[in-house]
């Protein structure tokens, strides 16, 4: 039972998301079991460029060291907000989603080379929840039963726990600016005056992702339902606003929401 109930979950998961993650956690396996070592996917230049070794370009995104509180940590956070945004915002835009993933993580990239990273898998976690952030401002939230705030907060709140914990924020700071860049020229500056729109998603991305038409019947679970949405010590995620108050998407959502 629990392993169709599994199944099922996982099945159900957006393309993106369920690719995204899959691969993060068998490349963490394949880790643990010995079967390759970080050694072989962290980023590196040198071996990219005078190797050819070009599959580290994509495999120092999908590891976050070994199986530990840390790799559960930033697996929830990458599943959870990954799948929101790509039900919520980027529903029906599977290609944009990909073009967001691809934008992220070649401006992350460039960056590596001039900051001494090799994995950054942390960094686009942290990403995907600042635009998911940005885009849902009215969001309440509760971390850990010590603090509330809204969205916006929760980027710069994970980044404090990063240093409470004694890990380097450089890799909080490197997401957070990215995120921010994708957020403003997607959806500040095309909405300013005398702006328009720069970020234009590639048409044969949309060939292949967004080919297929929606499924009719397909309904994302509540916010407070939704899976990765673990209660960290507050007291339930419940609507504040009767459906008829609440903002249109992409303005946010007014409820309690805990993380």
């Not at 068998?26 to 599959?55: G, S």
């Not at 900051?115 to 990403?127: E, P, R």
């Not at 959806?187 to 328009?196: R, T």
Request: net charge negative.
């Amino acid at each position: 039972m629990a392993y169709q109930t599994f199944q099922q979950e996982y099945l159900q998961t957006p393309a993106i998301t369920r690719a995204y993650c899959t691969s993060c956690v068998l490349t963490t396996l394949a880790v643990q079991l010995d079967i390759i070592t970080p050694f072989q996917l962290y980023f590196n230049p040198d071996l990219i460029f005078n190797h050819y070794q070009v599959w580290r370009l994509v495999t120092n995104f999908l590891f976050f060291g070994p199986i530990g509180f840390n790799f559960l940590f930033n697996m929830i956070f990458t599943y959870r907000y990954c799948r929101m945004l790509e039900e919520g915002s980027f529903r029906g835009r599977t290609a944009d989603f990909f073009f967001m993933f691809f934008l992220g993580g070649l401006i992350m990239t460039i960056i590596s080379f001039f900051v001494n990273l090799v994995f950054l898998g942390q960094a686009f976690t942290i990403m995907l929840v600042y635009v998911w952030s940005r885009r849902n401002p009215y969001v309440r939230m509760n971390f850990l039963g010590l603090m509330n705030f809204q969205a916006p907060h929760l980027p710069w709140v994970l980044l404090g726990f990063s240093l409470l914990l004694g890990n380097s924020i450089i890799v909080d700071f490197i997401g957070i600016a990215v995120g921010h860049v994708y957020f403003f020229l997607e959806d500040v500056f095309p909405q300013q005056q005398g702006g328009f729109k720069i970020l234009r998603t590639p048409g044969i991305l949309k060939m292949i992702f967004d080919s297929n038409p929606e499924d009719p019947n397909y309904n994302p679970l509540p916010e407070e339902e939704r899976p990765g949405g673990f209660d960290w010590g507050g007291e339930g995620a419940r609507p504040e606003d009767a459906p008829g108050d609440r903002p249109q998407d992409g303005q946010g959502d007014n409820q309690n929401q805990n993380q």
